[in-house]
């Protein structure tokens, strides 16, 4: 059995519900384990609306990098796809552990995601057939468990069949290419699940990136999908101009080939005008400013040891 600090917000409902009671407010349920079946990234305005939570406490929700993504989907350079074909392919595993005494009410239950890899069963019967994928997260998947990327603990009530609670730091993973998912370690970070049954759970995951993680990770993953793009789709990859692009291709090296020689570089988008609005952080957390980002996600059942 093992006792948590309950945080202030999670503290008034777990109060309300306790009542006069005097409990001590232990966590001592039972384990419900889950894995990621469907990963949320936004499509568009609406859907960046629709999986957001307020962060910042100011009573409005935040998804600033979700806007973007939504943005980017609208010129066919969605993140979405690639972040769903990473999931059924098994390179994006993703972890839940859910401890708790009812699915609809309680004093207090706890919730804690990981990263995973080593699916079993396999992911694709066939991988060249995509629509073949997704078999280890039909409700029978076993995994393994990356021990450092542990979120922060959340302890709060479960009211009506909903759990809301403050995480601090939650490890995520999209994929801007389908074959290299990225670890991004949200800040200030938050959960809000519904649905909750031993077999499914839905949700949305939200928090905030810093500005090392945005240099340091989601820049320079996103130019090397955008140069695979310029390299496989424009008549004359490399070397002298004219380049040949059309479409997609055609707008990212306009906008970000800089030197004109056919090949978009981390330095021309970090230092992009364009790029640098979009990606300036929009919150305050704990005083420190962060870009806020949101994913919905729908769980399945689950089989790992946890750390």
């Given at each position: 059995m093992r006792a948590y600090r309950v945080g202030a917000a999670s503290a008034l409902a777990v109060v309300w519900l306790a009542g006069c009671a005097g409990d001590d407010l232990r966590l001592d349920g039972?384990?419900?384990?889950?894995?990621?079946?469907?990963?949320?990234?936004?499509?568009?305005?609406?859907?960046?609306?629709?999986?957001?939570?307020?962060?910042?406490?100011?009573?409005?929700?935040?998804?600033?990098?979700?806007?973007?993504?939504?943005?980017?989907?609208?010129?066919?350079?969605?993140?979405?796809?690639?972040?769903?074909?990473?999931?059924?392919?098994?390179?994006?595993?993703?972890?839940?552990?859910?401890?708790?005494?009812?699915?609809?009410?309680?004093?207090?239950?706890?919730?804690?995601?990981?990263?995973?890899?080593?699916?079993?069963p396999a992911p694709c019967l066939d991988p060249a057939r995509l629509e073949s994928c997704g078999q280890h997260v039909l409700g029978q998947g076993h995994f393994s468990v990356d021990d450092s990327s542990a979120s922060d603990h959340a302890v709060a009530p479960i009211v009506d069949g909903v759990f809301i609670d403050t995480v601090g730091v939650l490890p995520v993973?999209?994929?801007?290419?389908?074959?290299?998912?990225?670890?991004l370690d949200l800040r200030g970070a938050r959960v809000r699940l519904s649905q909750l049954s031993?077999?499914?759970?839905?949700?949305?995951?939200?928090?905030?990136?810093?500005?090392?993680?945005?240099?340091?990770?989601?820049?320079?993953?996103?130019?090397?999908q955008m140069n695979r793009i310029v390299q496989a789709e424009c008549a004359q990859p490399s070397g002298q101009p004219p380049c040949g692009c059309l479409g997609r291709a055609d707008l990212l090296q306009h906008v970000f080939d800089d030197d004109n020689?056919?090949?978009?570089?981390?330095?021309?988008?970090?230092?992009?005008?364009?790029?640098?609005?979009?990606?300036?952080?929009?919150?305050?957390?704990?005083?420190?400013?962060?870009?806020?980002?949101?994913?919905?996600?729908?769980?399945?059942?689950?089989?790992?040891?946890?750390?």
């Open positions: 039972v384990h419900y384990q889950y894995v990621v079946s469907e990963l949320r990234v936004p499509t568009n305005a609406v859907t960046a609306r629709e999986n957001s939570l307020d962060l910042d406490g100011n009573d409005s929700t935040d998804n600033q990098l979700g806007q973007v993504f939504g943005a980017l989907n609208q010129n066919g350079l969605g993140v979405g796809d690639t972040a769903r074909e990473a999931l059924l392919r098994g390179g994006l595993v993703m972890l839940a552990d859910l401890e708790t005494t009812d699915f609809a009410n309680t004093k207090i239950s706890g919730f804690t995601t990981y990263l995973g890899s080593d699916p079993d993973e999209i994929a801007i290419d389908p074959s290299m998912p990225i670890r031993e077999g499914h759970v839905s949700g949305i995951l939200g928090g905030g990136i810093t500005q090392a993680d945005i240099d340091g990770v989601v820049i320079p993953q996103a130019t090397a020689d056919c090949q978009i570089e981390v330095g021309e988008v970090s230092t992009n005008s364009l790029v640098r609005s979009l990606l300036d952080p929009d919150i305050v957390v704990d005083g420190q400013p962060l870009l806020s980002f949101g994913v919905g996600v729908e769980l399945a059942t689950a089989t790992f040891t946890s750390p």
